[in-house]
Structures are given as structure tokens and as C-alpha cells.
């Protein structure tokens, strides 16, 4: 199968293989955005990049366990549907981080679940829970 080139400002040209390829329905904003890449920020770094290979579009993420361990989201069914999972096995939890003047926030409202086995993904829209959609990171 063909590699993927994905033309990027921030990050230049970007060679990926199909196989790495997220796929979801569309973002809340950014229904156009469709395609995606996760990658690192850099090895000692907890933050990753979600890079749209549709458009120039990308967002800070991170594992939100590694600063709210007692982050409980709920996830019903249609979440689970949304990514083509049956049972929450494999499933990936990240949290896109705002990073503005010196500060960092998590979205703890709206996380995006990843299944690893489809590579579909879906911004999930949280009803129970009083999760914020700015939460502050402390430094660790």
C-alpha cells in the first residue's frame, strides 16, 4: 500500500503508513478533519500532536491519567459504537490540551477515544460527570 504525504507548515512533510491512519467522523469545528496522525512531541515529552492530514489543522494531546488519576469518564454504548468497539478493550483515552502563555488546560469534557484495533477515533462528548473543559495542569 502506498505511503501517505502529509503536508504540514508546522511540522513539514510528514511520510506515514496507511496502517497509522486515525479515522473519525469528523471533529465539533472541524467536520472536514477526518484524517489523522499521532505523534510524539518528543521522547521525554508527555504531550503528543494530532495532525490532520486533510487540512493544515493539528492538537496538542495527552494522556489525561498521567495529572487527573482520579479522571473517571463515563463511556456508554454510542461512545463505544462511535469507534467501532464492542467492549471497551483496547481503547485509547487522550485529552486535546490548550497551551496558552506559559499555561496548560485539558479538555476533561470532551476526550477523545481511539480504538487501536479499528483506527477509528471519536471527540466524545461527556453527559454525566462534572468534567471541566478547561482544566488546569499542575506541573509534575
Given at each position: ?14 511520510d506515514?503508513d ?5 479515522h ?9 478533519a477526518r ?15 494530532l ?6 489543522l ?34 485509547e ?13 485539558l ?14 477515533g471519536?471527540q ?5 460527570g ?11
Amino acid at each position: 500500500m502506498e505511503r501517505v504525504k502529509i503536508e504540514t507548515q508546522r511540522f513539514g512533510t510528514l511520510d506515514a503508513d496507511p496502517a497509522e491512519i486515525l479515522h473519525f467522523d469528523g471533529l465539533p469545528g472541524f467536520p472536514d478533519a477526518r484524517r489523522f496522525l499521532l505523534r510524539e512531541h518528543d521522547t521525554s515529552s508527555v504531550f503528543g500532536w494530532l495532525i490532520c492530514a486533510d487540512q493544515e489543522l493539528a492538537f496538542v494531546v495527552t494522556d489525561p491519567f498521567q495529572f487527573f488519576p482520579a479522571y473517571q469518564p463515563e463511556l456508554g454504548p454510542h461512545h463505544l459504537c462511535a469507534v467501532g468497539a464492542s467492549e471497551p478493550g483496547p481503547l485509547e483515552l487522550l485529552c486535546i490540551a490548550d497551551v496558552r502563555d506559559g499555561a496548560v488546560h485539558l479538555n476533561l469534557a470532551a476526550p477523545l477515544l481511539i480504538d487501536a484495533h479499528t483506527r477509528r477515533g471519536a471527540q466524545v462528548i461527556l453527559e454525566t460527570g462534572n468534567h471541566p473543559t478547561r482544566a488546569p495542569v499542575r506541573p509534575r
